[in-house]
C-alpha cells in the first residue's frame, strides 16, 4: 500500500495548489488527501474608522492612543502607518499596547513588560484559529 501524506492549504490558495499537488504526489505513486481550511481573519491593518468600531472608542480616544504607540517607536516599529491623509494602525500593536498601556506608561514597571510579539498577540487573539471546511 502507498503510504499516505495529508497536505493542509487554504481555501484561498486551494485551486492553484490542488492541481499542482494533485500531479507531484501521482508521479510518486502516493495517496493525497486534501483539507480545506477557511481563514477566520487575514488583515493586520484597520482604518481608523474600523479601529475605532474594533476596539469601540472614539476618534478622540484612538488619536491618544496612536499617538501613544508612535512615542513606543521602538516597541512598535510599524504600529502606526500613515502616508499623506491615510492612517493605518497595526490591530496586534493596538492590542498589546491597549493592554500594557498603564505599565508603559511607568517607568520602573516597564522594565518588566516581555518583549512585543505580533505573533504571540496573534496567537493570544485567536488570528491563526482556522476552522475545516467541509
Known amino acids: 500500500m502507498p503510504e499516505k501524506l495529508q497536505i493542509t492549504i487554504t481555501a484561498a490558495i486551494k485551486q492553484y495548489l490542488e492541481d499542482f499537488v494533485m500531479k507531484l504526489f501521482r508521479k510518486h505513486q502516493k495517496e493525497v488527501s486534501v483539507n480545506v481550511f477557511r481563514e477566520l481573519q487575514g488583515q493586520p491593518f484597520l482604518t481608523k474608522k474600523l479601529a475605532c468600531q474594533h476596539f469601540g ?54 522594565k518588566h513588560i516581555p518583549p512585543f510579539s505580533a505573533r504571540k498577540t496573534a496567537e493570544a487573539v485567536g488570528f491563526y484559529n482556522v476552522v475545516k471546511e467541509g
Not at 480616544?61 to 510599524?78: A, H
Not at 491623509?85 to 506608561?105: E, H, P
Open 57 to 110: 472608542m472614539g476618534r478622540t480616544t484612538l488619536d491618544t492612543r496612536l499617538k501613544g504607540i508612535e512615542e513606543e517607536s521602538t516597541r512598535y516599529p510599524y504600529g502606526v502607518i500613515r502616508d499623506g491623509g491615510i492612517v493605518l494602525v497595526n490591530y496586534f500593536a493596538m492590542t498589546d499596547y491597549l493592554f500594557y498601556r498603564n505599565q508603559l506608561q511607568q517607568k520602573n514597571l516597564r
